[in-house]
């Protein structure tokens, strides 16, 4: 593990701040950046999206410009970007940083991001998993992911558990390594974190009441759409990005597209999307808490305090 302290003396540790979606961790990272000059890198999966703006509810054009900001608007709509190819970029990022002297502060609440700089992952290339992944993905687009996450069900139960149908490239690429190694992906998943983390990360999470988390989001979005959230997603809708790629998935976006298509009208797609992002955030906290002891607890209400408890956390 790398020692941060001989690029950035003072502190130990790299902070990684999250929660779930309106819990308020944008505004604590930015906090924490202005105290210590550092730079944030986003950990949010759907930020990396040109143009996707206010669904992502990426920080203002004026807080950008305020705070370097890393790993937001690095891809074209429609781009595949997985896991293991966040966590190449993002240690670039952070080298970058710390040869300059500067303070990384990830910032995100996508939980496969998260654990994958936190615990390590090495994912490596295996070119018979990505042969198998692209078998696989021909059979989902003529047969469908049924049969597919049927059969992950099947040979890995636990990593079945922890990935919803829908998200069919973690359940294609799942089963790619199960049938290209005869490895679970879960066996696979622990055999990466064999050298451990590349940095020294302290993880903190915002906690929320979940009905006062619900009433956030519920205002939150209806912010967004003041905002012009409809038509960002109309124009994601007319655009030649690929339908089924993954910022098509995100919370904002999907559920415009049966009202676009007269399936549906404008209250049943705000209702959808409120009723998904509170879903969402459940999954989150659900995904952190499952962390235990790693995850050092935040309460939402004093901001000064919350911050002050990151600084000293993280420093020497």
């Not at 970029?89 to 002297?101: K, T």
């Not at 020294?200 to 979005?221: A, Q, S, T």
């Amino acid at each position: 593990m790398i020692d941060i302290s001989k690029s950035i003396p003072g502190y130990k540790y790299i902070p990684v701040i999250t929660g779930p979606t309106a819990s308020g961790k944008s505004s604590l990272a930015l906090d924490v950046c202005r105290k210590t000059g550092g730079e944030l890198i986003s950990a949010d999966s759907m930020q990396i999206y040109k143009g996707l703006d206010i669904g992502t509810a990426k920080d203002t054009s004026e807080e950008r410009a305020e705070i370097m900001h890393h790993m937001t608007d690095i891809a074209e709509p429609g781009t595949y970007f997985n896991v293991s190819d966040y966590v190449t970029a993002c240690y670039e990022v952070i080298d970058s940083l710390l040869a300059h002297g500067k303070l990384p502060v990830i910032c995100g609440g996508t939980g496969q991001y998260i654990s994958a700089l936190y615990y390590g992952f090495d994912y490596g290339k295996d070119a018979s998993a990505d042969e198998e992944t692209a078998r696989l993905e021909e059979e989902f687009a003529r047969d469908g992911i049924e049969g597919i996450y049927a059969r992950l069900v099947e040979r890995d139960p636990e990593a079945a558990a922890k990935i919803h149908p829908n998200n069919t490239r973690r359940v294609i690429r799942a089963l790619a390594v199960i049938e290209s190694t005869g490895k679970t992906f879960t066996e696979k998943n622990n055999e990466s974190t064999n050298e451990g983390p590349k940095y020294p990360f302290k993880l903190f999470m915002i906690d929320m009441d979940r009905e006062v988390l619900y009433d956030r989001i519920n205002r939150r979005v209806d912010i967004m759409l003041d905002e012009g959230l409809e038509q960002e997603a109309r124009a994601l809708y007319d655009s030649d990005a690929d339908k089924k790629s993954t910022c098509f998935q995100a919370i904002g976006y999907k559920e415009f597209k049966d009202y676009f298509e007269g399936a549906s009208d404008i209250d049943e797609a705000v209702y959808s999307i409120k009723l998904r992002s509170r879903h969402y955030a459940k999954r989150q906290l659900t995904w952190f808490r499952a962390m235990g002891d790693d995850v050092i607890k935040l309460s939402p209400g004093d901001a000064g305090k919350n911050v002050q408890q990151v600084l000293d956390t993280i420093s020497l």
